[in-house]
């Protein structure tokens, strides 16, 4: 690992040697930018007090964060693009059985030629999860970036309601500032939170232009699934559900 001091100290000796530092971080951040997004999850908490939390990915630095938890009960953000995506993934491959994305099957070997005739895909007998994934723009201080949300089996319900009610209003989701709360579940054995969707008011201006920039440069990474989409409890075949 690297500490806060040998990182000065790097930076020092970059500027030193006539490295331009700052562009060198924006090359870098934009080739990131094109492999992957920071990641909207939810910590489920056995006592109720679930939340939302932003997951950047690891770094070296020693000390650095990798989670920060949003203090917010209600999180506000513009969608700007939605998938469906399944996969059907065994607890601790490197990549999926089978998979697709928006109905279409994009695995080499797949397990059924259309998802909908799969035995796989049968709610309570298959087991190829289901999830929505959302590319959003949160309206949080400091948080005005595009990330990635994935919507689990129980919250793709609400999600579905709400677009519904978009639909007969004449909107596309994107017109709106969508609201996503957690909602407190429970049974005898588990207790997790359920994505609570609904909306705060009509899109700005700004948030449009922000929006449409972000859909333009997210295009190529729509066409693939990765571990980070499928890496919560239950998400794989073997993990404890």
Same mark, same amino acid.
């Given at each position: 690992?690297?500490?806060?001091?040998?990182?000065?100290?790097?930076?020092?000796?970059?500027? *030193?040697?006539?490295?331009?530092?700052?562009?060198?971080? /924006?090359?870098?951040?934009?080739?990131?930018?094109?492999?992957?997004?920071?990641?909207?999850?939810?910590?489920?908490?056995?006592?109720?007090?679930?939340?939302?939390?932003?997951? $950047?990915?690891?770094? $070296?630095?020693?000390?650095?964060? +990798?989670?920060? #938890?949003?203090?917010?009960?209600?999180?506000?953000?513009?969608?700007?693009?939605?998938?469906?995506?399944?996969?059907? %993934?065994?607890?601790? *491959?490197?990549?999926?059985?089978? $998979?697709? &994305?928006?109905?279409?099957?994009?695995?080499?070997?797949?397990?059924?030629?259309?998802?909908?005739?799969?035995?796989?895909?049968?709610?309570?007998?298959?087991?190829?999860?289901?999830?929505?994934?959302? $590319?959003? !723009?949160?309206?949080?201080?400091?948080?005005?970036?595009?990330?990635?949300?994935?919507?689990?089996?129980?919250?793709?319900?609400? %999600?579905?309601?709400? +677009?519904?009610?978009?639909?007969?209003?004449?909107?596309?989701? #994107?017109?709106?500032?969508?609201?996503?709360?957690?909602?407190? !579940?429970?049974?005898?054995?588990?207790? %997790?939170?359920? #994505?609570?969707?609904?909306?705060?008011?009509? *899109? /700005?201006?700004?948030?449009? &232009?922000?929006?449409?920039?972000? +859909?333009?440069?997210?295009?190529?990474?729509?066409?693939?699934?990765?571990?980070?989409?499928?890496?919560?409890?239950?998400?794989?075949?073997?993990?404890?559900?």
């Amino acid at each position: 690992m690297i500490t806060k001091t040998d990182k000065e100290l790097t930076l020092q000796n970059l500027s *030193a040697a006539d490295w331009d530092v700052d562009q060198e971080l /924006t090359e870098l951040a934009s080739l990131l930018n094109r492999l992957d997004l920071p990641r909207l999850r939810i910590e489920h908490h056995q006592e109720g007090k679930h939340r939302f939390y932003i997951d $950047y990915g690891e770094s $070296y630095l020693a000390g650095n964060r +990798q989670f920060s #938890v949003l203090r917010v009960r209600t999180l506000p953000a513009i969608v700007f693009s939605e998938q469906q995506i399944r996969a059907l %993934w065994q607890e601790g *491959a490197e990549h999926p059985r089978c $998979y697709a &994305i928006d109905g279409q099957v994009l695995a080499a070997d797949p397990v059924c030629k259309s998802c909908e005739q799969c035995p796989e895909s049968i709610p309570g007998f298959g087991s190829c999860k289901p999830k929505v994934r959302l $590319y959003v !723009l949160p309206l949080l201080k400091q948080l005005n970036r595009p990330m990635v949300m994935a919507l689990s089996p129980t919250s793709i319900k609400p %999600w579905r309601e709400h +677009q519904l009610r978009l639909h007969r209003s004449g909107l596309p989701a #994107v017109a709106v500032v969508t609201t996503f709360e957690l909602e407190d !579940l429970k049974s005898e054995e588990f207790r %997790w939170a359920r #994505v609570r969707v609904g909306i705060r008011d009509i *899109a /700005t201006k700004e948030n449009l &232009i922000a929006a449409r920039a972000a +859909q333009q440069s997210m295009d190529h990474l729509k066409n693939r699934i990765v571990p980070q989409d499928f890496n919560e409890t239950g998400d794989r075949v073997g993990s404890e559900s």
